[in-house]
C-alpha cells in the first residue's frame, strides 16, 4: 500500500513539473504579446493573424459608455475607445458563416465564449484599448489592457476579458 501511494506520488509530482516548465515557456510568449499589443486570432485550431495596436486602431473607433458592476456592489461608469469585434472579423475576411462560436482569451488564462450571433450584433461586442481617454495599461501596469473585450449586452460584465490576447473562431 505505502509502495503505490509513493509511486503515485512520484508519478503526480513529475507530472506537475512538466506541466509547470511547459506553462512557463508559454507565460513568456503570453507576456511578450500583451507589451507588443499583440492579438491572435485562430480559426478551426490554426493561427491565421496576428492584429497588432496600428491595425486594430486603423479600424473604424467606437466610443461608447458602459458600466461595470462589480459582485462586491461597485458600479463604475466609464467611457471605452475601441473597435468592434465584428469589424476586426471582417477586416481579415473572415468566413464568420462558418462559425458558431468565438472564444476569447486573456493573458492570464480566462477565457470567455460568446456565439457568433452576439459577435454580429451592431453594438455589442467591443475590443477596448481606451478608458476615459487614456490608453488602457498593462496587467504588469496594474491596468486591464492593453486590450478589454467589452459586451456591451452584459448586464453585470461578467464575460468581460481583460488583458485580451487571443480570438478563438470555431
Given at each position: 500500500?505505502?509502495?503505490t501511494?509513493?509511486a503515485?506520488?512520484?508519478?503526480?509530482?513529475?507530472m506537475?513539473g512538466?506541466?509547470?516548465y511547459?506553462?512557463m515557456?508559454?507565460?513568456?510568449?503570453?507576456l511578450?504579446?500583451?507589451?507588443?499589443?499583440?492579438?491572435?486570432i485562430e480559426?478551426?485550431?490554426?493561427?491565421i493573424?496576428t492584429?497588432?495596436?496600428?491595425?486594430?486602431?486603423?479600424?473604424?473607433e467606437?466610443?461608447f459608455?458602459?458600466?461595470?458592476?462589480s459582485s462586491?456592489?461597485?458600479?463604475r461608469?466609464?467611457v471605452?475607445?475601441?473597435?468592434r469585434l465584428?469589424d476586426?472579423?471582417?477586416?481579415?475576411?473572415?468566413?464568420?458563416?462558418?462559425?458558431?462560436q468565438v472564444i476569447?482569451?486573456?493573458?492570464d488564462?480566462?477565457t470567455v465564449?460568446?456565439?457568433?450571433?452576439?459577435?454580429?450584433?451592431?453594438d455589442n461586442?467591443y475590443?477596448?484599448y481606451?478608458i476615459d481617454?487614456?490608453?488602457?495599461?498593462s496587467?504588469?501596469?496594474?491596468?486591464?489592457?492593453?486590450?478589454?473585450?467589452?459586451?456591451?449586452e452584459?448586464?453585470?460584465?461578467q464575460?468581460?476579458?481583460?488583458?485580451?490576447?487571443?480570438?478563438?473562431?470555431?
Amino acid at each position: 500500500m505505502n509502495r503505490t501511494v509513493a509511486a503515485a506520488t512520484a508519478v503526480l509530482v513529475v507530472m506537475v513539473g512538466i506541466f509547470a516548465y511547459l506553462n512557463m515557456a508559454d507565460r513568456g510568449d503570453r507576456l511578450a504579446a500583451q507589451r507588443e499589443a499583440k492579438l491572435y486570432i485562430e480559426m478551426h485550431g490554426e493561427r491565421i493573424a496576428t492584429a497588432d495596436f496600428e491595425t486594430v486602431s486603423g479600424l473604424p473607433e467606437h466610443e461608447f459608455e458602459a458600466t461595470m458592476r462589480s459582485s462586491e456592489g461597485a458600479v463604475r461608469d466609464s467611457v471605452y475607445t475601441g473597435v468592434r469585434l465584428r469589424d476586426l472579423l471582417e477586416y481579415y475576411d473572415l468566413p464568420t458563416d462558418e462559425v458558431q462560436q468565438v472564444i476569447t482569451q486573456a493573458v492570464d488564462g480566462y477565457t470567455v465564449a460568446l456565439n457568433i450571433d452576439e459577435v454580429m450584433q451592431e453594438d455589442n461586442v467591443y475590443i477596448a484599448y481606451k478608458i476615459d481617454g487614456e490608453p488602457m495599461a498593462s496587467r504588469e501596469d496594474g491596468g486591464v489592457g492593453p486590450y478589454q473585450l467589452i459586451i456591451r449586452e452584459d448586464e453585470f460584465g461578467q464575460r468581460w476579458n481583460k488583458y485580451l490576447m487571443e480570438i478563438k473562431l470555431d
